[in-house]
């Protein structure tokens, strides 16, 4: 494996990272609130929340540079707040695959805290357990299971994301260009189809291993809880 | 002493419920029709559902006052629950289950954990998964964790419900002894006869979210089985006394009842210990002279009280020793055998067919 093959992993590695990172707890947040609340609009904030589904992920893209571009008015914010900016950089690579996972993480988070006996929370409170211990001791560890179903969906979307990402922060080689970017790039080239070949063979590699150590993580903590 | 008093006022799903009563020391059971409002009665002491308007007090603590404004949050009123369907914790161990007060609830409970773990007989499950355990032994857990919560007052609604025959025969032994060795005042939502008769001390009459009657659970249960419109199959009376022999190659044991000795079967009782009899409208006879060469063990005099007709059937009321009597009969027997209220009879009792508990008397 090459310098650049490496640079190209770690830098899709930190893109999907960063955008699962910080999309699961607002994921969380939207899954509770669609599953535990009624409130007037609830099913504008679910088409919402599976519009990048089916949107064209061009479509998304777009809409992102619209929005979180340089002149974007979301894009000026974070700027002016926080010194992120979004244009053509990394960060703008996560933000892509963090908005196109974002479905794939509320799903199972949602089923997980639907599928839950509501009761539980009533037995808890009445053994002395406030509403926030509630959440730490008995929700969240039952909602566990399909925390980590969505974060291994979303990060592999994450890490294949393509269409969104092109078009929101284009294909710069050491910024933005993540692993399909890069195959994408090679196979654009007559004398790319050796180098392409060999990043397809680490996209599979590191799906499969995302699948067994998510497998694993699970059983672990299921375990471990009750111990 | 009143451990319990409410006096409240709301809604349960389609009716009103509009409900004053008080519990004190014991066992206080809660008994009426499914849907009477009972368990939406609990969950609003407990502080799961909200009434109206109205006050709880429990403990001498103001949990709430709908006047002042007053509604504790269920964590901060003390009140143990076991609900109907154990829920236990899945993702815990039985252990983490038992403890959850301690390490979440940040109660220290004034009863130690061996101890609450042996009197309900889980010692080797403590590392057992709660989707391992049996339906019994789930509400078992679920019976400790509350307990270990160190409640001042708790509350089970229907806890043997989800049960089958035999493994309410299982729980049973451990309610009697939980009742009688934790001392923690009990409200005890039923709609089973047989459960109130063997484990209350006073009975709560709820029909349509109101109290409509209340009193010793032998007082209620008698004056039930002669209402008009309850089950004639699950009439009877609750009698108490205490063994004065026992017969173990026969497994028999002698009980007296005031000045009257009757004999049941039975294993485990000693002399000296205070029990409590069921008896079944149904498995009385009446004679009107002693018999002799019957099966039937026990011939007691007894005093018609009072005769209801129903149909072809005749419930009659009598006093022996004090204590009161129901024999359901064919109406056609009571005739024949012209019974009226003061007549001197003889109530014939198999000895087969008692349910008999072991009562300790509760310290006042």
Not at chain 1, 197 to 203: D, Q, Y
Not at chain 2, 245 to 273: K, Q, W
Not at chain 2, 322 to 350: F, M
């Amino acid at each position: 494996m090459g310098e650049t093959e490496l640079s190209i992993i770690l830098l899709s590695a930190k893109v999907a990272f960063t955008a699962i990172l910080c999309a699961l707890v607002p994921a969380f947040a939207v899954a509770w609130l669609l599953a535990r609340r009624e409130f007037a609009g609830k099913s504008i904030v679910q088409a919402l929340v599976t519009l990048p589904l089916v949107l064209p992920p061009v479509v998304t893209g777009y809409g992102l540079l619209i929005l979180f571009g340089s002149k974007g008015t979301l894009g000026q914010l974070f700027e002016n707040l926080f010194g992120i900016s979004f244009a053509f950089r990394w960060t703008g690579a996560a933000l892509a695959a963090g908005v196109m996972a974002f479905p794939l993480l509320v799903r199972p988070i949602r089923l997980s805290l639907e599928a839950m006996d509501r009761g539980l929370g009533e037995a808890a409170r009445t053994l002395g357990a406030s509403r926030l211990t509630v959440f730490f001791t008995v929700t969240l560890p039952l909602a566990l299971p399909g925390i980590i179903a969505g974060a291994v969906l979303g990060f592999a979307k994450a890490l294949g994301e393509f269409g969104a990402t092109i078009t929101f922060v284009s294909n710069i080689p050491g910024e933005t260009q993540t692993l399909s970017l890069a195959i994408y790039a090679l196979l654009q080239s007559p004398s790319g189809d050796a180098a392409a070949l060999r990043l397809i063979a680490i996209a599979v590699a590191l799906a499969l291993a995302a699948i067994v150590a998510s497998e694993y993580l699970a059983r672990k903590l299921t375990a471990g809880a009750r111990a | 002493m009143t451990v319990l008093d409410v006096d409240i006022r709301g809604r349960a799903g389609s009716f009103e419920i509009e409900t004053a009563f008080q519990a004190g020391a014991g066992v206080t059971a809660l008994f009426g029709p499914s849907g009477a409002g009972k368990s939406t009665l609990l969950k609003m002491i407990a502080g799961t559902a909200r009434p109206q308007s109205g006050r709880i007090i429990a403990g001498g603590r103001t949990l709430f006052n709908s006047a002042t404004s007053t509604n504790l949050p269920p964590e901060k009123r003390g009140i143990g629950f076991v609900f109907q369907d154990a829920r236990l914790f899945p993702h815990l161990s039985v252990r983490k289950n038992l403890t959850y007060a301690r390490w979440a609830g940040r109660r220290r409970a004034s009863r130690a954990f061996d101890e609450v773990v042996s009197l309900l007989g889980l010692d080797d499950r403590l590392d057992a998964a709660p989707t391992t355990l049996s339906g019994g032994e789930r509400q078992r857990v679920a019976i400790g964790r509350a307990l270990l919560a160190d409640p001042a007052l708790l509350l089970m609604d229907e806890p043997l419900s989800s049960l089958d025959k035999a493994r309410r025969s299982e729980i049973l032994p451990y309610l009697e002894t939980i009742r009688t060795e934790a001392g923690i005042p009990i409200l005890y939502v039923s709609h089973e006869t047989s459960e109130v008769a063997r484990l209350a001390d006073t009975v709560v009459l709820i029909e349509n979210g109101r109290v409509t009657d209340s009193g010793p659970t032998a007082a209620i249960l008698a004056r039930l089985g002669l209402a008009a419109g309850s089950d004639p199959a699950e009439a009877g009376v609750i009698l108490e006394g205490h063994v004065t022999n026992v017969d173990s190659a026969y497994h028999t044991a002698v009980i007296a009842l005031g000045d009257d000795r009757i004999e049941l079967t039975g294993n485990g009782f000693a002399p000296g210990m205070t029990v409590r009899l069921r008896v079944l409208a149904g498995d009385v006879a009446i004679a009107n002279a002693p018999h002799d060469g019957l099966s039937i063990r026990n011939q007691l005099a007894a005093t018609v009280d009072e005769i209801r007709r129903d149909g072809a059937y005749a419930m009659v009321a009598l006093t022996l020793g004090g204590q009161r009597l129901l024999a359901r009969i064919t109406a056609k027997s009571s005739d024949q055998l012209a019974l009226h209220p003061g007549e001197h009879v003889y109530a014939l009792l198999k000895a087969v067919s008692v349910e008999m508990a072991r009562l300790e008397p509760l310290s006042s």
